[in-house]
């Protein structure tokens, strides 16, 4: 169903641009257009997307200061500075997995939610 509703969305963009009919057309398309995506359900989804978006862009900074006080403390501890250094660095590495874990996983969340809003638009169960 992506593959359709992508098909549908780059032939109507390239008659838009390629399109010779002139300031009139084009505004008919964009009146359109915007009737679509002022409608309820396209809305509706929209804010779903937002709302998941919003979510999904705490978790990773969250992450992200976890592991720099991970760091932090690691190179703050008791020893030599070589100790110190080796500490820093073998928890370095572990953060830097638990981000890419945590950036893996947002990712994939942000594309389920994309897919199923696409899947909805094209099947008829956004209302549209």
Same mark, same amino acid.
């Given at each position: 169903?992506?593959?359709?509703?992508?098909?549908?969305?780059?032939?109507?963009?390239?008659?838009?641009?390629?399109?010779?009919?002139?300031?009139?057309?084009?505004?008919?398309?964009?009146?359109?257009?915007?009737?679509?995506?002022?409608?309820?359900?396209?809305?509706?989804?929209?804010?779903?997307?937002?709302?998941?978006?919003?979510?999904?862009?705490?978790?990773?900074?969250?992450?992200?200061?976890?592991?720099? /006080?991970? /760091?932090?403390?690691?190179?703050?501890?008791?020893?030599?500075?070589?100790?110190?250094?080796?500490?820093?660095?073998?928890?370095?590495?572990?953060?830097?997995?638990?981000?890419?874990?945590?950036?893996?996983?947002?990712?994939?969340?942000?594309?389920?939610?994309?897919?199923? /809003?696409?899947?909805?638009?094209?099947?008829?169960?956004?209302?549209?």
């Amino acid at each position: 169903m992506r593959g359709k509703a992508g098909l549908v969305v780059g032939l109507a963009i390239g008659y838009v641009l390629g399109s010779r009919a002139g300031r009139e057309r084009y505004e008919q398309i964009k009146g359109q257009w915007l009737k679509v995506w002022n409608l309820g359900p396209v809305q509706e989804q929209v804010g779903k997307v937002k709302d998941f978006a919003k979510s999904q862009a705490m978790a990773l900074p969250s992450t992200l200061w976890d592991s720099a /006080v991970k /760091v932090a403390q690691a190179a703050s501890s008791k020893g030599s500075a070589g100790q110190k250094l080796d500490a820093a660095v073998q928890v370095g590495k572990e953060s830097a997995d638990d981000i890419a874990k945590a950036a893996d996983t947002s990712a994939r969340a942000v594309k389920d939610v994309v897919d199923d /809003v696409i899947d909805d638009a094209t099947s008829g169960q956004g209302g549209a």
